[in-house]
């Protein structure tokens, strides 16, 4: 597989998906609910995932896509080559903000991470990694994470850690947020994971995300150093759902053994 060949074919077709979304604002939005009331869909993210999928079709009918609105066939196992992606992630943002929102996209080979992207799409922001060859922001090299002290860090986290809830332990989570030098919530997994593998964050820790909010991230993480597992310091499970974090190396263990604990 020619890997240069494919990382030009998928920013090419993600800045194009960038600019039908931002030139949809200038017409209607159709908005949704899906599990729940604040699980929004609009016809924009189900028009730029069939915009994908039908792109890469063409490029090549081999290639199977897992992306969140379902528009691609189903996809059981990670063999051959795999598009898993988001066509908006943070879609309340897209809704509400106009702003904040990201096109994520991870190509795995047999279950491997090959290339990842992360697109601001407003702020025509890209971040991307080749396996193995490097990570990039707008085409300029991401430095390894430099170490951090946990009382310097500033993590991201959403406010369903900081109520009472019955899956982790809330009393370790104040200390961990009393810790901290700061907390940031911006409503979109990958723009917090695109954060933390530019050094512009330490932390992410969520309690259940889809395959599609970190598929692109996780590979470029690990071009520079940042750690992302779910919370028994495993990979993510990619054919479910599962709890991750994202951390700067020298912070992940101390977060996950001092902080984290599940109930069971
Ligand atoms: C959501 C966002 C949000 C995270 C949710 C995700 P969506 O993705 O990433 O920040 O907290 O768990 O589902 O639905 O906007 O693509
Ligand atoms: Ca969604
Ligand atoms: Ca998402
Ligand atoms: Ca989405």
Redesign the pocket.
């Known amino acids: 597989m020619d890997v240069k060949q494919l990382d030009e074919f998928a920013k090419k077709i993600i800045f194009e998906a960038g600019r039908n979304i931002r030139a949809a604002f200038s017409y209607d939005i159709e908005i949704e609910t899906k599990s729940s009331p604040n ?3 609009t016809n924009i ?1 189900r028009e730029t995932e069939l915009f994908f999928i039908e792109k890469i079709k063409a490029f090549n009918p081999d290639h199977r896509i897992l992306g ?1 609105e379902g528009m691609g066939e189903k996809v059981e196992s990670l063999e051959g080559v795999v598009w898993i992606i ?1 066509p ?7 809704v509400k903000q106009h702003r904040h ?1 990201m096109i994520t996209i991870g190509i795995y080979v047999d279950g491997v991470g090959v290339l990842g992207y992360i697109f601001d799409v407003m702020r025509e922001d890209l971040f991307n990694a080749i396996s193995g060859v490097g990570a990039w922001y707008n085409d300029s090299p991401l430095r390894k994470l430099q170490p951090v002290k946990i009382e310097q860090a500033v993590i991201g986290i ?1 406010a369903s850690w900081v109520t009472p809830n019955d899956r982790i332990n809330h009393e370790k989570i104040m200390e961990l947020v009393r810790t901290v030098r700061g907390t940031r919530s ?7 994971i695109a954060f933390v593998v530019s050094g512009k964050l330490d932390a992410y820790i ?1 309690m ?3 395959p ?2 970190i598929g692109g991230g996780v590979i470029i993480a690990k071009e520079v150093g940042a750690i992302a597992t779910n919370f028994n310091g495993k990979d993510f499970d990619f054919l479910s759902m599962d709890t991750f974090i994202i951390a700067n190396p020298t912070i992940h263990q101390l977060i996950l053994d001092k902080y984290i604990e599940e109930k069971k």
């Open positions: 699980d929004l869909v993210d969140e988001d908006i992630d943070g879609t309340m943002n897209f929102f959403n911006y409503g979109s997994a990958a723009m917090e969520s259940r995300l889809a599609w909010d």
